[in-house]
């Protein structure tokens, strides 16, 4: 399901997704074309797509046990100045921006699993932030474009 509304030069779009690998497709079509909406740069559009899609990801990966059922909403505002994407699940309880930042400066044998993908994201936005209300984990992920 997607939802779009265009209102005094602010974008909504919505997009609502299962917890599975195949939806990671649908959510790189909708994230091409909420780009294109905001008509941002390829590295804008780039940066979104990769920060967006890891964090989802690892929702889909690790927020249900497995073979648990579970929606995951996308929702992207702009007001043209900046794009903030909020992931929303009802997973388990999981915040990334509390994780230890990864070491990079280690080898790949010498460094904790994990960490690698928030990384990711963070070095691609501009800011991140996580919140849990009323069961739900919502991660922002915030991104200037002008």
Do not use: C, W
């Amino acid at each position: 399901m997607v939802i779009n509304q265009i209102q005094q030069s602010i974008l909504t779009e919505t997009l609502v997704i299962k917890n599975e690998v195949y939806e990671v497709k649908r959510l790189s079509e909708f994230l091409k074309s909420v780009s294109q909406q905001l008509d941002v740069s390829t590295s804008v559009a780039n940066q979104l797509r990769l920060a967006v899609e890891e964090a989802v990801v690892n929702v889909i990966d690790y927020a249900y046990p497995i073979g648990t059922e579970g929606d995951i909403t996308i929702r992207v505002l702009s007001d043209g100045k900046t794009v903030r994407t909020q992931i929303i699940d009802k997973g388990q309880a999981f915040d990334p921006t509390a994780m230890q930042r990864a070491d990079t400066t280690l080898s790949a044998e010498e460094r904790n699993i994990g960490g690698l993908g928030i990384l990711l994201v963070r070095e691609q936005m501009d800011s991140i932030n996580y919140e849990r209300t009323d069961g739900k984990n919502v991660l922002t992920l915030i991104k200037k474009i002008k």
